[in-house]
């Protein structure tokens, strides 16, 4: 499996939309964004109205993260700056991240997984939980790996 690094400008980046949606629907035959059309519109509404978080990381060997929505912002209390190459491994508590790892190399074997639930902290110190969590692989269409997403459809107080 090949990979390679990839980085993200802005957040309304289509480009980079098209890669996390199509990744999505291939790996899991359903779109990321339902009955919102493509592009620009469908990135707009990912980052700014979506009600659920997400988040993306490159393929490095130390991912750092090189997407957050809204929802993911507000969660884990980081701006579009703080998130942007803060390494992906530190949303985890210290004594949860090598649970954290293993789930990210299954995904990255799987190509996904889903229902997800783990300890994460957010950059004021505060801990919860994220639930229902699917993971998957940000897959060009000829197999290149560029990085894993994940979306977060709930979350509770730890």
Partial sequence: ??????????????????????SHERLLD????????????AASWLYHDAPFAVLAQDAADDPVFIYANNAAQRLFAYSWEEFRGLPSRLSA??????????????????????????????????????????????TETDGT???QAAIIRSWSDA
């Fill in 1 to 22: 499996m090949r990979t390679d690094v990839i980085s993200v400008s802005s957040p309304l980046d289509t480009a980079f939309f098209t890669l996390l949606n199509g």
């Fill in 30 to 41: 359903r779109p990321l964004v339902p009955d919102v059309p493509s592009g620009a519109e």
């Fill in 93 to 138: 508590p210290v004594a949860d991240r090598s649970a954290r790892d293993r789930l990210m190399a299954e995904a990255m074997g799987n190509g996904y997984v889903e229902g997800y639930r783990g300890l994460r902290e957010s950059g004021a110190g505060r801990r919860f939980w994220i639930e229902d969590v699917t993971i998957w692989n940000l």
């Fill in 145 to 147: 790996v560029r990085g």
